[in-house]
């Protein structure tokens, strides 16, 4: 089962700043079958990118994604007050279990 | 618009069974695999079963094995969680998810909002 670890666990920023998001595998992820999603209190989650640098219907461009192999990086180019949320990775490069990563919180400095 | 409703959540006893609903609409349900994802309160996400699209195949996570059976109807669109032998950290929102990819390969691009399980005595 391929693990996923997400840093910073949190992260503190202001609107306006660029936003990374690190999620590291513990083996190599095949094809870069990696997903993004946000989620919000109280809301399911959404997913943002796939393919670990697809955007998802309607995701504005200042979400992108990148990476390969083991390290995956989701970035929000100017935070938006609505992108304060918890973001998740996933990976599917193989089948079942489908693994999540514990996840970053991103706040409002 | 692609609509995932779950239903069925509640309280249950530990050893205790639950029937877990989602009715699908907004999509061609029968082709299509279903899954289920949860998150225990505070906690992250875990992908908890998934099924091909017409049930001849299942895949359940190491945590729920032999306890959790995942079921569907196409003739009704819905997806189903039969929950057995629960155990108190089964407690979480489980969410109803549809699986986009191939050949098992799948992320998930919409969700249900949720239902609660709460496994508590």
């Known amino acids: 089962e391929i693990v996923l670890t997400q840093s910073p666990g949190t992260l503190s920023l202001s609107p306006g700043e660029r936003a990374t998001l690190s999620c590291r595998a513990s083996?190599?992820?095949?094809?870069?079958?990696l997903a993004w999603y946000q989620q919000k209190p109280g809301q399911a989650p959404r997913l943002l990118i796939y393919g670990a640098s697809n955007r998802a219907t309607d995701i504005p461009d200042r979400f992108s994604g990148s990476g390969s192999g083991t390290d995956f990086t989701l970035t929000i180019s100017r935070l938006e007050p609505e992108d304060f949320a918890v973001y998740y990775c996933?990976?599917?490069?193989?089948?079942?279990?489908?693994?999540f990563g514990q996840g970053t919180k991103l706040e409002i400095k | 618009e692609v609509q995932l409703l779950e239903s069925g959540g509640g309280l249950v006893q530990p050893g205790g069974s639950l029937r877990l609903s989602c009715a699908a609409s907004g999509f061609t349900f029968s082709t299509n695999a279903m899954s289920w994802v949860r998150q225990a309160p505070g906690k992250g996400l875990e992908w908890v079963s998934v099924i091909i699209s017409n049930g001849g195949s299942t895949y359940s996570a190491d945590s729920v094995k032999g306890r959790f059976t995942i079921s569907r109807d196409n003739s009704k669109n819905t997806l189903y969680l039969q929950m057995n032998n629960v155990r108190v950290e089964d407690t979480a929102v489980y969410y109803c998810?549809?699986?986009?990819?191939?050949?098992?390969?799948?992320?998930?691009?919409?969700w249900g909002q949720g239902t609660l399980v709460t496994v508590s005595s």
């Open positions: 996933q990976q599917y490069g193989s089948s079942p279990p489908y693994t």
């Open positions: 998810a549809k699986p986009r990819g191939q050949q098992l390969r799948y992320y998930f691009d919409y």
């Open positions: 083996q190599s992820v095949s094809s870069s079958y």
